[in-house]
């Protein structure tokens, strides 16, 4: 389903400032293969994501999703392939517009848009149902302002948007990381049901190593612009937090350099 | 004085076409559009031109719409494409469209009061048929025929033209194609995560805004019998008032709700213009202080509203728990 080939990535390259963010990444995934993907700060998981949706090119390698060589494809060509939410739950919805409009714009992967009336009877009772599946109320705040709405239950539509037209792969960028807790696990609960309903392949960076094992059938962990670990489902099943820091320790040989990893549940 | 205020009624109306095209690019794009001082030239120019030479009136006044279309669209790729920021790209092409203008007129001032223009088509017909004779009758009927204007027909065609601009502008802005293009001001990242090219919305959205701005430009012309090349200067901030007066007045979160406002805030405009021509010490060439002096105004205004309401919430919240207090003094102190 997706597949990526010996991918190079150097920032600024030939200047005191060059920083090899992605060095000889390949891997690939199974259709419904859920990767969750851990690393300190400026390991390369943002980058290696970004590589995916499109909005960064790599220096060397290709990447393939469902069987097509989409390296050259520009971001929003690509869109049509994958869903994404982002950390910040303000970047996934419109705020000046409703929440069936901002809806009515993610069916945009599916379809070209039209000069009909853009949300009809039809449509307003599908996203009606949708709606309801999140179960936090939102299907009866159609036409509610998204600006409207708290961070957790902007995140929760994103979500929706990003899965229900049933992208090829899906992409997490930390997106609980600017929720609290009970909001977080009200999102992770719903990404755990969404993924399953729409069985979609799905590539998630977090910085919460309990997280990354909790969820999802793969595990890599990034440091330096390299994969330098990884647990397949089996491996996964019984790892721990602990593990996975001395697994670090043992392979670079210093300790994981990230509060934010270390101090996180 | 009543007469000074139909004008302004009229004016308002044309220039409110304008204003609904500044309201696509400054409130719905967010892209502070310059280029609107010379693509209403531009309309009222080409206008002009074919006027001039014999082309049907309507025509003529589409072309002018064209033009503008064309004017707006070149500023969306300027900003796109060329990735200059949407100030620079409109001042750009302000200063450009200035000599296109020139060339389009062939000369800096098209006079055209014998010509068969929109409005004496307009006029000729609506005489006709006698229709001053139905609007003046309640007039005539309170007995204030004195207030009635001397005719109705500039007002009512305005009126017409200006409600199915507005209802077209509704109509698309609720389409598919609308509600992309809005979310594209509103939050352009995420609609481009949605697999949409949201610098062909972009660039279409300028051209529609431009191409109201043409095609109020192509009115005025008609409407004032003459095409200059300075007809333009300030039209922007004369654009950016309508819109503003009318949030500020009449406005409300919905999309039918916004162009009425915008369309009566550009009356309202134009209402305060001719009252401010009467006041003695003010001339002519001092609208164009007042009218950023009433764009400031508006902006500034509701805002400071706001803070001294919360300033003065906080006051009262302050004052209300020291008041609590003391008497929770005086209890204690009676206890004892």
Known sequence: MLQLNNIHKTFYPNTPDERRALHDVSQSLEPGDFVTIIGSNGAGKSTLLNMLAGTLLPDEGDVWIDGKDVTALPEEKRAKLIGRVFQNPLSGTAPGMTIEENMMISLGRTKRRSLFKGVTKKTRERFRELLSTLEIGLENRLNSKVGLLSGGERQALSLLMATFTEPKILLLDEHTAALDPSKQSLIINLTKDLVKKHKLTTVMVTHQMEQAIDLGNRLWMMDEGSIIFEANEERKKDLTVPDLLSEFENIRGRRMASDRALLAK | ?336
């Open chain 2, 1 to 336: 004085m009543i007469h000074a205020l139909y004008g302004a009624v009229e004016s308002g109306l044309i220039y409110a076409i304008m204003a609904l095209g500044v309201y696509i690019s400054f409130r719905i794009l967010d892209f502070p559009d310059l280029t609107v001082d010379g693509s209403f030239v531009t309309g009222g120019a080409v206008a002009a031109v074919m006027i001039v030479g014999g082309t049907n009136p309507v025509i003529a006044t589409l072309a002018g719409a064209i033009a503008g279309l064309l004017a707006g669209c070149v500023t969306g790729l300027l900003h796109t494409k060329g990735n200059i920021n949407p100030l620079l790209a409109g001042i750009l092409m302000m200063i450009a469209l200035y000599s296109v203008n020139l060339r389009i007129m062939g000369q800096p001032n098209i006079p055209m009061l014998n010509e068969t223009t929109l409005f004496s088509v307009l006029s000729s017909w609506w005489q006709s048929l006698h229709l001053d004779a139905i609007f003046i009758a309640p007039f005539e009927w309170i007995g204030i025929t004195d207030f009635a204007p001397d005719t109705f027909y500039i007002i009512v065609s305005m009126i017409v033209i200006a409600l199915i601009v507005k209802k077209l502008l509704d109509f698309f802005l609720r389409t598919e194609a609308g509600i992309t293009l809005r979310a594209t001001g509103d939050n352009q990242s995420m609609v481009k995560s949605f697999s949409t090219n949201t610098n062909l919305y972009i660039v279409a959205g300028m051209g529609i805004s431009n191409a109201l701005v043409g095609l109020s430009g192509a009115l005025v012309v008609q409407h004032n019998g003459f095409a200059d090349v300075n007809l333009g200067v300030g039209m922007i901030i004369i654009g950016l008032a309508s819109v503003i007066i009318g949030e500020v007045l009449f406005g409300k979160d919905k999309i039918v709700r916004m162009t009425l406002a915008v369309i009566l805030g550009s009356i309202v405009y134009r209402v305060i213009y001719s009252l401010a021509l009467r006041v003695d010490f003010l001339e002519a060439s001092d609208m164009k202080l007042i009218t950023a002096i009433i764009v400031i105004a508006a902006l500034v205004v509701p805002n400071m509203l706001e803070k001294s309401k919360a300033k003065r919430q906080f006051k009262k919240s302050k004052q209300a728990a020291l008041k609590r207090k003391e008497k929770g003094e005086v209890q204690h102190a009676s206890t004892e």
